[in-house]
């Protein structure tokens, strides 16, 4: 299994940038999608979940700005990134919660990371 993430870039503050994830091969279940990022000299940190039964997550410094969905057919989360903020600027990497076979247990996957750099 894969997760390619596409979407990042250089855009200037108050701007957006819209992230797609992609999970590729054979999978069971897919249960949550998400997506973290890290700074430099920073923490990786959530920055928004969603169930597989569309409930979402986000973190406190996202909320209002950035929209996390999923299309389930596709086995694609997006992440909507609005009024980008120069803290924003981040490596933002997916990770998705899945089964690849009806027995064991889910695992965490991830995928690459994509740049996000919001000049001020």
């Known amino acids: 299994v894969q997760l390619q993430a596409s979407g990042g870039g250089l855009v200037q503050a108050g701007g957006s940038l819209r992230l797609s994830c992609a999970a590729s091969?054979?999978?069971?279940?897919?249960?949550?999608m998400g997506w973290y990022r890290q700074a430099p000299g920073k923490q990786r940190e959530l920055v928004a979940s969603?169930?597989?039964?569309?409930?979402?997550n986000y973190g406190d410094s996202v909320k209002g700005r950035f929209t996390i969905s999923r299309d389930n057919a596709k086995n694609t989360v997006y992440l909507q990134m609005n009024i980008l903020k120069s803290e924003d600027t981040a490596v933002y990497y997916c990770?998705?919660?899945?089964?690849?076979?009806?027995?064991?247990?889910?695992?965490?996957?991830w995928g690459k990371g994509t740049l996000v750099t919001v000049s001020s």
């Open positions: 969603i169930s597989s039964g569309g409930s979402t």
């Open positions: 091969g054979e999978t069971f279940r897919i249960n949550a």
């Open positions: 990770n998705a919660e899945l089964k690849l076979s009806i027995i064991g247990s889910p695992k965490d996957y």
